[in-house]
């Protein structure tokens, strides 16, 4: 099992910047991949970007170009850079863990971006 703690959110005006953490409770070294959720009051959760153990990296096309995931096995933490935020960004974000079959997700880190 692995426990994932998010830090980083908060309330930033559109254009700003904020980067979250992920803190896993284990090595992430060989956990398959490792990525950022997010869900908005009234939709569906979505995958924001994902990183797998090998370095292979997928973002939805709303954050392309604007965010940017990354992965310190030696931390066992992965990051999510996020800038040129907007209101549409606001959401609560989560880490969520792959280890095989397995799902892991964080409690979620508030996301609030003011216009």
């Known amino acids: 099992q692995v426990q994932l703690v998010e830090s980083g959110g908060g309330l930033v005006q559109a254009g700003g910047s904020l980067r979250l953490s992920c803190a896993a409770s284990?090595?992430?070294?060989?956990?398959?991949?490792m990525g950022w959720y997010r869900q908005a009051p009234g939709k569906q959760r979505e995958l924001v970007a994902a990183i797998s153990n090998g370095g292979n990296i997928n973002y939805a096309d709303s954050v392309k170009g604007r965010f940017t995931i990354s992965r310190d096995n030696a931390k066992n933490t992965v990051y999510l850079q996020m800038n040129s935020l907007n209101p549409e960004d606001t959401a609560v974000y989560y880490c969520n863990a792959v280890d095989y079959i397995d799902h892991y997700w964080g409690q979620g880190t508030q996301v609030t971006v003011s216009s």
């Open positions: 284990r090595s992430i070294f060989s956990i398959d991949a």
